[in-house]
């Protein structure tokens, strides 16, 4: 029978140890396919400029013709204050959900084949590529914050807020880019993919509080909305964005929201991942 302080046939000490040596190894696991994967960024800079493009034009254009029109913001938040979170929230959607193409790209190249031969989980794979999608969404953050500045939007930079609006940014994008990844696992084909991706992008966007309060939603499309992460994200960063930001939902119900969806399309992915390859 085996004493206290001891499991059977391994000293405690031996068996912390050995669940501490394999959470390191699935963090570090983890860690080198989203540093491959943001090297990439790296190599090719032009692509933070090219989709620095959108939100600027958001912001720039239907911001400042939307601030014009009484009433659309809630309170007596300005319009342009209460877009840029969505915007922002917007920018980071639109690189998560397209980041599946890149799994295609993979699989015809020959690479996923070497991700899959090696010792690392499906899930740590899954989990580095939907870490690499926030870095990138990091970048869009700096952009929007900078052009928000400009433009004269209340941000608040409190160290905490900015820190807080960086976890819901890169919790956000895991979501959605690894929705994406589902969805490459199961379309296979660019083609396709581009396609069903501009599909879902519009509903996911318009069906969220990013561009309008869901006060003025109609009933059936604010039911829906209520289903939608998006909502929820959005609902992050405008009150931890802005210097008159509140919330909602509450802190506890928007991060609760989007990290057990983040943990369930993982789970999917992961058991769909390995598939793609054959």
Request: charged share 15%; glycine share 8%; proline share 4%.
């Amino acid at each position: 029978m085996a004493k206290s302080g001891e499991t059977v046939g391994l000293p405690v000490s031996m068996a912390d140890r050995s669940i501490g040596q394999t959470l390191g190894d699935y963090a570090t696991q983890t860690m080198a396919v989203a540093a491959a994967e943001v090297q990439k960024l790296y190599h090719d800079p032009l692509e933070l400029l090219t989709r620095a493009v959108q939100p600027v034009l958001w912001l720039m254009l239907f911001g400042e013709v939307m601030a014009r029109v009484r009433g659309v913001a809630p309170g007596n938040i300005p319009y342009l204050d209460f877009l840029a979170a969505g915007i922002l929230a917007q920018s980071a959607l639109f690189v998560a959900i397209f980041y599946g193409i890149s799994a295609i790209w993979e699989r015809d190249l020959g690479v996923l084949q070497r991700y899959l031969v090696s010792p690392a989980p499906r899930s740590a794979l899954v989990l580095g590529k939907a870490l690499s999608a926030g870095v990138r969404a990091l970048s869009q953050a700096l952009i929007v914050y900078v052009l928000a500045l400009l433009l004269g939007v209340s941000i608040d930079l409190h160290p905490l807020n900015i820190l807080g609006v960086a976890a819901a940014i890169v919790l956000g994008s895991a979501l959605f880019s690894t929705l994406s990844l589902i969805i490459a696992c199961i379309v296979k084909t660019r083609e396709r993919f581009m396609g069903i991706g501009q599909v879902l992008t519009m509903p996911i966007f318009f069906a969220s509080n990013a561009i309008y309060p869901l006060s003025l939603m109609p009933d059936w499309l604010r039911a829906v909305s209520h289903f939608n992460p998006l909502t929820y994200e959005v609902d992050i960063l405008r009150a931890l964005m802005l210097t008159h930001g509140t919330s909602d939902y509450g802190f506890l119900l928007d991060f609760g929201v989007l990290f057990g969806v983040t943990t369930g399309l993982t789970a999917i992915a992961a058991r769909m991942y390995g598939r793609m390859g054959y």
